[in-house]
């Protein structure tokens, strides 16, 4: 999860993901343009995806510890690109 103008919003971690994407350009601390890159995804339904950028992501989300307990940790996610069209 992470929280974006007060408000909760969810990512899908894949520790296997080759690249990490969103297409809401306020979840980067940090940013910057790039000459576009085509992105492939398993949806062929979203076509030709284009990221237009790429920078740092800071994301909270909740693990579990041995006791049963739950911890927040705090992740950065770096490469992760822009894509504007992007959607589940």
Known sequence: MHKNNK??????GDTRASIHVTNNIEDFVKYELITPVSIATAKKSQGGLQAIGQGA?????????????????????????YVPRLHR
């Open 7 to 12: 408000e909760w919003l969810e990512w899908i």
């Open 57 to 81: 992501v800071i994301i909270e989300h909740y693990v579990e510890t041995q006791d049963g307990k739950l911890t927040i940790i705090i992740s950065c996610f770096y490469l992760v690109y």
